[in-house]
């Protein structure tokens, strides 16, 4: 129940197009949703991050959808860019900041 | 952003040594702070909370003893892997949570790679 499943494992996209992962979960307790970004060698950066109580929240290229009768949520990237290549998490915690993260997602943008 | 500071970056030690990690939060105090540990192409697995003035909690099958944490002041957490054999290889990275500007963030250190020779 404390698992948050991660989906593609892997992405290649295409410099201007539009890159989604798929995150799910199943403990209705969660609630904080962030996605972090992780360049090799470096800790995770915080994104952008959504509550329960909002459908869809934008943060410039990045959107997060939330469908929490489905208990998903995922994130786009617009206009993705060779410099968004990086390994995506998702994750999901109970209040105090302790996150689960889900499995990631290996990004590639090419040129 | 809060900055979340972790040293060293890199350490490469023998078998049999003890390699101690760092975790600052350089511009802000941080009551708790946690640690994790991930592996090649992997997800960030918790190691254990760390909370100032007291002991740290530790996730289930996470030996305390090998894993010892020390936070013993609002801005730094330590961890000092005892004895490290090959198998305790891997990325360590640490977080801390930022309380301000009527939220929590959690902020992370920028890693430890842990080489076992």
């Known amino acids: 129940q404390q698992q948050v499943k991660q989906s593609p494992q892997s992405l290649i996209v295409q410099k201007g197009g539009i890159s989604i992962i798929n995150c799910a979960y199943e403990?209705?307790?969660?609630?904080?949703f962030p996605w972090y970004q992780q360049f090799p060698g470096k800790g995770p950066a915080l994104l952008i991050a959504?509550?329960?109580?909002?459908s869809e929240k934008k943060e410039g290229r990045f959107t997060i959808s939330f469908n929490k009768s489905a208990k998903q949520f995922s994130l786009h990237i617009m206009d993705s860019q060779p410099g968004d290549s990086a390994t995506y998490f998702c994750?999901?915690?109970?209040?105090?900041?302790?996150?689960?993260f889900g499995t990631g997602t290996r990004l590639l943008v090419s040129p | 952003g809060a900055v979340v500071s972790q040293h060293p970056s890199r350490v490469i030690c023998k078998s049999g040594t003890s390699v101690k990690i760092e975790c600052r939060s350089l511009?802000?105090?941080?009551?708790?702070m946690f640690w994790y540990r991930q592996f090649p192409k992997q997800s960030l697995m918790l190691m254990a909370t760390?909370?100032?003035?007291?002991?740290?909690?530790?996730e289930q099958g996470v030996e305390k003893d090998k894993f010892l944490i020390n936070h013993a002041s609002l801005t730094l957490s330590t961890l000092t892997v005892t004895s490290a054999h090959p198998e305790d290889s891997s990325f360590y990275i640490c977080?801390?949570?930022?309380?301000?500007?009527?939220?929590?963030?959690?902020?992370f250190g920028s890693g430890t790679q842990l080489s076992v020779l």
């Open positions: 977080s801390a949570i930022f309380q301000g500007q009527g939220a929590e963030k959690l902020f």
């Open positions: 959504i509550r329960p109580d909002v």
């Open positions: 403990n209705t307790a969660f609630d904080y």
């Open positions: 511009d802000f105090q941080a009551t708790t």
């Open positions: 994750a999901a915690n109970t209040g105090f900041q302790k996150l689960v």
């Open positions: 760390s909370n100032e003035g007291s002991k740290a909690t530790y």
